[in-house]
């Protein structure tokens, strides 16, 4: 298989239609293959190879503008807050309420940032690799020159004063006091000494920027689990000098993969034909063809898609599994050339795996069931799903 993968990227051209078809029966991880792969099925990388070298440069130099532009520039703005008068001006100072103000903007962003701080720390705590500090970090950032206000020195002053609310889409809105919050929160993992970066700071600076860029959808909660498995892959590539890029290559792969899938989090969106409820309700409709009799319990128990498949498809099924078995149904999703049809394939062959016991449960024992998928064995679920795509 390895051989046959490199068959086909060892072309001038990358034939696309071979190598989906290579990554969807699952990519070996040997030889930085997987992180090369994603690369190219997430529009990151042409498939002209000769362009490969250049367009990385040109993108990596971008990101480092973004870091100047986003997190050191204001963060210089800030430190020097009352050490130099023309930074406060009559026009723009902290108190100034007009919506451009510089500052406005600042405060803004903090609480984006807090949001994001509060999920990346906790991002796959059965794992230590977020915790670990990465041997690639920032320079940019911990250059010991600069004398600014990081994100983490950011996280570390702000409270906000009003109380925090929580953009969760699935309509339950979490509103704490930050009054109330134990003191553990914040310090709930030990931030590492100064000059170190754990991974998860890096995938929350890539979570800012992207709000950054993308006013209008900004941060929504959830995002941290689409960004986490790629940043792992990249960051653990066999290859140090792909390695080394980690960060700036996950930001433009997940920027691409969001353009696909941003409207699952857009609310305004979620009754057109492109929100998520018309998706889920395609599970459904696609469970009804498959399994008439499954569907109907379903719905003779009043158990609506939205229930669990709002979090199957809105995070591509990445709090089901375990992070390498989420990796793995990836690889399929990737190689998808009608880009996650197969993801409501993948959901109905969940769903008709554990159908004797999701006929035989009540409400209750059904919920339980499909808020915590019983089957791990993820070969199997897409072998199941491979077969329903062919029987249409």
Not at 161 to 177: E, L
Not at 294 to 300: A, V
Request: charged share 25%; hydrophobic share 40%.
């Amino acid at each position: 298989r390895i051989a046959d993968f490199q068959e086909v990227l060892g072309e001038p051209t990358v034939a696309l239609s071979k190598l989906r078809e290579l990554c969807f029966s699952g990519i070996p991880f040997d030889g930085g293959l997987r992180c090369l792969c994603w690369k190219i099925l997430l529009n990151y990388l042409p498939l002209e190879k000769a362009l490969w070298s250049s367009l990385l440069k040109k993108q990596r130099d971008l990101y480092s503008q973004f870091l100047k532009e986003m997190i050191i520039q204001p963060g210089i703005a800030k430190a020097n807050l009352g050490v130099s008068r023309e930074d406060v001006t009559l026009e723009d100072h902290p108190l100034n309420p007009n919506p451009d103000s510089r500052w406005n903007t600042y405060f803004k962003d903090n609480e984006v940032l807090l949001q994001i701080d509060k999920d990346v720390r906790r991002l796959y705590p059965d794992m230590a690799f977020f915790q670990r500090p990465t041997d690639y970090p920032c320079l940019l950032i911990l250059d010991p020159q600069n004398e600014f206000e990081t994100l983490r020195r950011r996280v570390e002053q702000t409270t906000l004063k009003s109380q925090t609310v929580a953009r969760n889409r699935s309509g339950v809105t979490n509103v704490s006091s930050p009054l109330k919050t134990t003191p553990s929160s914040l310090s709930e993992y030990e931030v590492l000494p100064n000059g170190c970066e754990a991974h998860w700071e890096v995938v929350e600076r890539i979570l800012f920027i992207y709000a950054k860029l993308n006013p209008g959808i900004a941060y929504v909660q959830g995002m941290n689990e689409i960004v986490g498995p790629l940043y792992y892959t990249f960051a653990t590539d066999p290859n140090s000098e792909w390695k080394e890029h980690a960060e700036a290559d996950t930001f433009f792969c997940f920027t691409n993969l969001m353009a696909e899938i941003r409207d699952n989090f857009i609310k305004s969106l979620d009754d057109s034909q492109c929100g998520i409820t018309y998706k889920m309700e395609k599970v459904y409709s696609t469970l009804k063809e498959k399994d008439v009799e499954l569907y109907l319990k379903l719905q003779e128990q009043n158990i609506k898609p939205q229930f669990f498949a709002f979090r199957w498809l809105t995070l591509l099924l990445s709090q089901e599994f375990l992070l390498p078995d989420v990796i793995r149904i990836w690889d399929s999703l990737f190689a998808d050339d009608k880009r996650f049809d197969f993801l409501l394939l993948v959901c109905c062959a969940m769903l008709t795996l554990i159908r004797d016991q999701l006929l035989e449960g009540d409400f209750t024992l059904n919920m339980r069931l499909l808020q915590d998928y019983p089957i791990s064995d993820v070969h199997l679920i897409l072998k199941k799903a491979k077969e329903l795509q062919d029987s249409k």
